[in-house]
C-alpha cells in the first residue's frame, strides 16, 4: 500500500499532471485561458506522430513475434467485451435506457490516446521497457466496440445508422492513421532513422505533453462543469468502478499472453481509458438518438480526470505486484 | 436594379453529419453553398460551446445555400431524410438575388 501512495504521489507531483490539474483549476474557477483550437491539434499531431513511430522503431529492433499477433487479438477482444461488461453494469447502477446505456458502454470499449500517451510516459519515468507494438493494439481497440454497442442496441429494436461511409471515417480517422501511419514509418526507418529525427520527436517529447495535458484538463474541467445536472451519482459511480473493471480485464489478459510489466500496464491503461474523440462521432452518425451530454461528460468529465490521476499509479501498482518489475 | 426571387435555406446540424448533408446537395444539383461554423448556442438538450471540444461529436455547422423556388420542394426532401433523427433546424427564408441564372 505505501507502494501506491508513494507512486500516487510521485505521479500527482509530475509535471505532466501538474498541467493537466493546472487546467482543470483554470476551468472550474472559469478563467478565460483557452487553448487555441489549432495549436492543441498540432500538438496532438505531433504527439500521435512521435509516439506511434517510437513503437514502429521498437518493433524494428526486436522483430515480429506472434506475441504481436496475440496482443492485437486480445486487444480487439478486449474492445468487444468490454462494452457487454459496461452495459450490464450500467442497468445494474443506472436507469439510462437502452440506445443511452449501449451508447455509453461502446465509449468504455474503445479507448482514449492521450490516456495511452500519457501511461508511455509514467512508465518512462519509472524506467521500465513496454513493447514497441503496443501502439499497434491501441489502434486496433478503437472500432470494435462500436459494433458491440451497435449489436446491443440492435437487439432492442432500435434502428441504426451504419454504412460504409461511417465505417471509412471510423477506420481510417486521424488517429488511427498517424498511429499506424507513423508505426510503420517507424519499422521501416529503424533505429537509424529515427536519429535522423530524435532531436525533434524524443526529447520535446514531455514538454509538449505537458501542454497538451494541460489543453486536456481544461477541456476535463469545462467537462466536469457540465457535470452537474447532467449526470447521476450512479453514472458518475460508474465512470468510476468501469476503468478498474477494464483494467482487471486488460490485466488478466496480459498475464494469460505472458507480457512483460510495462505492456501490461499499458493493456490496463487500454482498458480502462475511454474514447472521446472517435466514438462519440461515430454515435452522433449511428445513433443520434443517444444523448451526447451523457457520454461525453461521462468521459471526458469523470472517466479521463481518473484515469490520469489516480488510475496510472494505481494500474503500475498492480502491473508490478503481477508482473514484477 | 431588377432582382430575382430565390430561397435561401440554412440548415444547421450536428457537425459529423456535414459531409453527408453535402452530399446530399450535390445529388440534388445545389453546387453553390457556404458552410459556417456555429460557435455555441442552446437549445431542447441545454445551451452548448465549441470551446474546447476535441472532436467533431459535440460540434454544429450551419450549411446555407440559394435556390430557385421551384426546386425548394426537391431539395427539403432530400435533406429531411439526413436531417430527421439529429439535433439541428432547417429555415427557409424568402430573399432577393441579383443574378438568377446562377441558381
Known amino acids: 500500500m505505501d507502494g501506491f501512495f508513494a507512486l500516487a504521489l510521485g505521479n500527482l507531483s509530475s509535471p505532466l499532471i501538474l498541467s493537466f490539474v493546472l487546467g482543470v483549476a483554470a476551468a472550474l474557477g ?30 524494428a529492433e526486436h522483430g515480429i513475434d506472434l ?29 439510462l435506457d437502452r440506445v443511452n446505456a ?38 486496433a481497440m478503437e472500432a470494435p466496440a462500436i459494433l458491440s454497442a451497435l449489436w446491443l442496441i440492435s437487439r432492442g429494436g432500435s434502428e441504426t445508422r451504419m454504412d460504409s461511409d461511417l465505417w471509412r471515417e471510423i477506420l481510417l480517422n486521424g488517429s488511427i492513421v498517424l498511429l499506424v501511419g507513423a508505426f510503420a514509418i517507424g519499422m521501416v526507418v ?13 526529447a520535446p517529447f514531455k514538454g509538449a505533453l505537458c501542454l ?6 481544461l477541456v476535463a474541467g469545462r467537462g466536469l462543469r457540465r457535470s452537474r445536472g447532467v449526470l447521476t451519482p450512479g453514472l458518475m459511480a460508474f465512470g468510476l468502478l468501469m476503468p478498474i473493471i477494464g483494467a482487471g480485464a486488460g490485466a488478466l489478459a496480459g498475464l494469460l499472453i505472458g507480457l512483460p510489466t510495462g505492456s501490461i500496464f499499458l493493456l490496463m491503461v487500454l482498458g480502462a481509458s ?46 508490478r505486484a503481477i508482473g514484477g518489475g | 436594379m431588377k432582382t430575382y426571387k430565390a430561397k435561401r435555406v440554412a440548415i444547421t446540424i450536428e457537425a459529423p ?38 472532436g467533431l461529436a459535440g460540434g454544429m455547422v450551419q450549411v446555407t445555400c440559394v435556390i430557385r423556388p421551384e426546386r425548394l420542394d426537391g431539395l427539403l426532401e432530400s435533406v429531411f431524410n439526413v436531417v430527421e433523427r ?16 446562377r441558381f
Not at chain 1, 509516439?51 to 514502429?56: V, W
Not at chain 1, 472521446?276 to 462521432?281: D, K, T
Not at chain 2, 453535402?22 to 458552410?35: H, K, N, P, Q, W
Open chain 2, 17 to 54: 453529419m456535414e459531409r453527408r448533408l453535402r452530399a446530399i446537395l450535390e445529388a440534388a444539383d445545389v453546387t453553390g453553398y457556404s458552410i459556417l461554423p456555429v460557435t455555441g448556442g442552446s437549445g431542447r438538450s441545454g445551451s452548448w460551446s465549441a470551446e474546447g471540444q476535441v
Open chain 1, 274 to 319: 475511454a474514447s472521446y474523440i472517435a466514438v462519440p462521432a461515430a454515435m452522433r452518425v449511428a445513433v443520434p438518438e443517444a444523448d451526447p451530454g451523457i457520454y461525453l461528460t461521462l468521459s471526458l468529465g469523470i472517466t479521463f480526470p481518473f484515469n490520469l490521476t489516480l488510475g496510472l499509479p494505481l494500474y503500475l501498482g498492480f502491473a
Open chain 1, 212 to 217: 497538451f495535458l494541460l489543453d486536456m484538463g
Open chain 1, 102 to 139: 449501449a451508447a455509453v458502454a461502446a465509449h468504455y470499449g474503445s479507448i482514449s490516446i492521450v490516456t495511452f500517451v500519457a501511461g508511455t510516459s509514467v512508465l518512462e519515468s519509472a524506467g521500465i521497457v513496454s513493447d514497441g507494438f503496443m501502439v499497434a493494439v491501441a489502434a
Open chain 1, 30 to 59: 472559469r478563467s478565460d485561458l483557452v487553448f487555441p483550437e489549432a495549436a492543441a491539434k498540432a500538438l496532438s499531431i505531433y504527439l500521435l506522430f512521435a509516439i506511434g513511430m517510437k513503437g514502429g522503431v521498437s518493433v
Open chain 2, 86 to 101: 439529429h439535433i439541428g433546424i432547417v429555415t427557409v427564408m424568402d430573399c432577393d438575388v441579383l443574378r438568377a441564372e
Open chain 1, 67 to 95: 506475441r504481436l499477433g496475440s496482443t492485437v487479438l486480445a486487444g480487439i477482444v478486449l474492445s468487444a467485451a468490454l462494452p457487454l461488461i459496461a452495459f450490464k453494469l450500467l442497468g445494474i447502477m443506472t436507469k
Open chain 1, 190 to 202: 529503424g533505429k537509424e532513422g529515427m536519429a535522423d529525427v530524435e532531436s525533434f520527436f524524443v
